[in-house]
């Protein structure tokens, strides 16, 4: 038995997770540079930003909900990890090792059987 999803929604919330991981790339930048007081380390243009980006990530998820089980939610929460893996090799020099790539497409690959199967 295969379920039904509304195309719409499934976009959303893949574009949530997408700027959620942009959100935590934009907090390790701003975690790696210098700051000459606690204010300014918290209170910066940047962490604002991503906290910003973070609530509307979470929006964006709770309104996508209305198209999709709660179940293929979490299905899908699990390209963060896809999205975290590239920026952190694209903008952090990150390493990735045939660990990383088979964890990876075992990711992948769950979310397609889920997708397909249910």
Same mark, same amino acid.
């Given at each position: 038995m295969t379920m039904k999803y509304d195309l719409r929604f499934v976009l959303l919330i893949l574009? #949530?997770?997408f700027l959620s991981a942009v959100s935590q790339a934009m907090l390790k930048k #701003? #975690?790696?540079k210098e700051y000459d007081s606690r204010i300014k380390?918290? /209170?910066n243009p940047l962490v604002i930003s991503a906290y910003i980006l973070f609530f509307v990530t979470t929006l964006m998820a709770i309104i996508s909900y209305r198209g999709i089980p709660l179940s293929f939610g979490g299905i899908l929460e699990s390209t963060s990890y896809i *999205?975290?893996?590239i920026f952190?090799? &694209? !903008? !952090?020099?990150e390493k990735i090792? /045939? &660990?990383k790539i088979l964890a990876l497409s /075992? $990711? $992948?690959a769950g979310i397609? $059987? *889920?997708?397909l199967v249910g």
């Open positions: 574009m #949530a997770y #701003a #975690a790696e380390e918290y /209170l *999205y975290v893996t952190g090799v &694209k !903008f !952090f020099g090792n /045939l &660990k /075992l $990711i $992948i397609c $059987i *889920y997708s």
